[in-house]
């Protein structure tokens, strides 16, 4: 049974930083595309970022381009998301999520199989 699970979430003032990670099992991690999702309170969820298999290749919003970065260890089946320059409007529950065996990063939650918990981020201004 594959299992993601996500940690690092708290709360952090404007223009700090924090780094999510997400630690996977039950499948070999290295074969899939890792993505992390985010939804605010109110709001539908939304992408944020992607990873290839490998980590060569990653995708973001454009909202978290320059501030954000996707990363993996894929010895310790682990994604990350290191976030800088944090805003209010990044607050929110942040999910990491498994790609299905689909060679070409993608931004649509279909196309993710499995699904952390989610941990929460708050940006006090």
């Known amino acids: 049974q594959v299992q993601l699970v996500e940690s690092g979430g708290g709360l952090v003032q404007a223009g700090g930083s924090l780094r999510l990670s997400c630690a996977a099992s039950?499948?070999?991690?290295?074969?899939?595309?890792m993505g992390w999702f985010r939804q605010a309170l109110g709001k539908e969820r939304e992408f944020v970022a992607a990873i290839s298999r490998s980590g060569t290749n990653s995708y973001y919003t454009n909202s978290v381009k320059g501030r954000f970065t996707i990363s993996r260890d894929n010895a310790k089946n682990t994604v990350f998301l290191q976030m800088n320059s944090l805003k209010p409007e990044d607050t929110a529950v942040y999910y990491c999520?498994?790609?299905?065996?689909?060679?070409?990063?993608?931004?649509?939650?279909?196309?993710?199989?499995?699904w952390g918990q989610g941990t929460q981020v708050t940006v006090s201004s």
């Open positions: 039950g499948r070999t991690f290295s074969n899939y595309a």
């Open positions: 999520a498994s790609m299905r065996s689909l060679t070409t990063l993608s931004r649509a939650a279909r196309d993710y199989d499995y």
